[in-house]
């Protein structure tokens, strides 16, 4: 379950369309974490969270365990955020209205080619350009009874760079940790890089993620490419130790042409370590997800299998449209009807219109806009018509197929993003750790609920020669093949 | 070379940069969120009271 901050973080990004979930090297093998590595709550906690003005937040978390730190049963941390991006709490939504796909994490369907606008629609889509000022966040949190402080500023510097400020103090322990990323985008998103350094260790680090977004594809026979692949990177050297660190990373987005449900496939690589991980993440349905992801060590020869599983429960259909942060993924419907048009006259304000598409299916659309415009043209002659005619023809069924595929694609993820689900079971199970951890999230009368546990196996003991009759109690072991080893609530509230 | 001992601190001056650092970590560790409050209250048109910035709970 994502915190209530973290939420208003990912928005102000998504709003200025920074999206780093989908153009980061960091978040490059987010969809196999969030499926396999998900978070088990460990204690009860629970977070009581505001939107106290248009442009500031806050967040109350209160937690109780006994912390092996600090022998405290009741601790917690108080958290403050402003920003200066004044519609934003338009999209930020409460507890009770949040979509559930958009307060866990999940499954995340890749979009580098965020950028889209449309005129006079969504203005956050387009936020950058109509705020006069930099967009900026400021964030605090306050951890108590320890005082420790995390302190954030993002600061979007134009529309291609943005600086990230993270500062972590103790005045406890006398600590005092400050990491500054600069990224910086290219304008069509193919490549984001990100300069780190950190004054922990004189940390310096570099990521690019490249997204080279093919053009028509030979084997589908289609005009346009409804795939992703991104390659990316990342280097690390702290200064003081000077300690290397690298890896390198592959990543592939598809949909099934048949059902339009989206795929993943990601490929990393460690040379210091000699670590290879491989993942395949499928929505398998619309309620359904399932990711396997392999480990293999070159150097020590030691492999790991895990897997996960998403199930989602429903509740009932919505009737209004979706919240206006989900407005952003439904992609390109009212271009269905130029393609449709294939003998018919083309707009001429396509691009007057205010739509960019992504890109994904730009490269397609342009080449079946050739054809008709060039119909269009006064000055061409009668047998040019007619050849331009048979080539209409003869491409029209391959049109046809673009259209009938991305309605499928577009159909599956509005389907997704409309369907009011209540809950979400989450498994996942490593074949080498023998463990499974279980996890339910869900909507419960205006409130964020997750509840999980992780489960070990146990070893058997071996038996005592002890005359004591054993009890039943103490046979546990034997008769339980699977023990929890972390159970916790989380309980969010948003107003 | 004469002039380097100028460049060596006291152990007078050196325990007063750290004390002068150690107030300025201080300052900004405590001084970091009624900045982002004060923000947050000074960008707002209607200056909401402290307590409605400051509480969790949902406003009436």
């Known amino acids: 379950m994502l915190n209530y901050m973290e939420y208003v973080a990912r928005s102000f990004q998504n709003a200025t369309n920074w999206n780093p979930s989908s153009n980061s090297y960091e978040y490059i093998t987010e969809t196999a974490r969030s499926l396999i590595d998900f978070q088990i709550p460990d204690s009860f906690r629970f977070q009581l969270s505001n939107n106290s003005s248009n442009v500031s937040y806050n967040t109350l978390e209160v937690t109780t365990k006994q912390n092996n730190l600090q022998n405290k049963k009741v601790h917690g941390f108080l958290t403050y955020l402003y920003t200066n991006m004044e519609n934003l709490h338009e999209i930020i939504l409460s507890s009770s209205k949040i979509n559930l796909q958009d307060a866990t994490q999940t499954y995340k369907h890749i979009h580098p080619s965020y950028y889209k606008r449309r005129r006079g629609h969504n203005y956050f889509d387009n936020g950058i350009e109509k705020s006069k000022d930099n967009l900026s966040l400021y964030y605090g949190r306050m951890y108590y009874p320890s005082s420790d402080l995390e302190a954030m500023i993002i600061k979007r510097l134009n529309r291609n760079n943005q600086m990230t400020l993270k500062w972590l103090s103790s005045s406890a322990y006398n600590f005092n940790i400050m990491t500054l990323y600069w990224q910086n985008k290219s304008r069509q998103n193919r490549n984001f890089q990100e300069f780190i350094f950190s004054t922990n260790d004189y940390l310096c680090g570099y990521r690019i993620l490249h997204n080279s977004l093919s053009t028509s594809s030979k084997f589908n026979n289609s005009l346009y490419n409804n795939s992703t692949l991104s390659i990316g990177a990342e280097l690390w050297l702290s200064l003081k130790s000077m300690n290397p660190g690298c890896s390198t990373s592959l990543r592939y987005c598809t949909h099934s042409a048949n059902t339009g449900r989206p795929l993943t496939l990601t490929v990393s690589y460690n040379p210091l370590f000699g670590h290879i991980s491989s993942s395949y993440s499928a929505k398998t349905s619309l309620s359904s997800t399932f990711c396997t992801r392999y480990d293999f060590n070159i150097y020590s020869i030691e492999s790991n299998l895990s897997f996960g599983w998403e199930f989602w429960g429903t509740g009932k259909q919505k009737e209004s449209l979706l919240p206006p942060n989900t407005i952003n993924n439904t992609s390109i419907v009212p271009n269905m009807a130029i393609l449709n048009n294939v003998n018919g006259t083309i707009p001429n304000n396509i691009s007057d219109d205010g739509i960019i598409l992504d890109e994904h299916f730009s490269e397609g659309t342009r080449k079946s806009q050739i054809l008709p415009t060039m119909e269009l043209s006064p000055t061409t002659s009668e047998s040019q018509q007619k050849l331009l005619q048979d080539l209409t023809y003869t491409f029209s069924s391959s049109l046809e197929k673009i259209d009938k595929e991305m309605t499928l694609i577009d159909k599956f993820q509005n389907k997704f993003e409309m369907t009011n689900f209540t809950s979400v079971w989450k498994f996942s199970t490593s074949l080498r750790d023998k463990n499974l951890k279980a996890k339910w999230e869900g909507k419960f009368r205006g409130f964020l609920v997750s509840i999980g546990t992780e489960l070990f196996t146990t070893t058997p003991e071996p038996k005592t020669n002890s005359s004591k009759p054993a009890f039943k109690h103490e046979n546990n072991n034997s008769v339980l093949p699977l023990h929890p080893a972390k159970f916790g609530i989380e309980i969010q509230y948003s107003s | ?60």
Not at chain 2, 8 to 34: C, F, M, Q
């Open chain 2, 1 to 60: 070379m004469q002039f380097l001992p100028s460049f060596i601190l006291s152990d007078e001056s050196k325990e007063r940069i750290t004390k002068v650092l150690n107030l300025t970590h201080n300052l900004a560790h405590y001084g970091w969120i009624p900045f982002v409050l004060y923000l947050g209250w000074a960008n707002t048109p209607n200056k909401p009271n402290l307590f409605n910035l400051l509480s969790p709970l949902p406003s009436v």
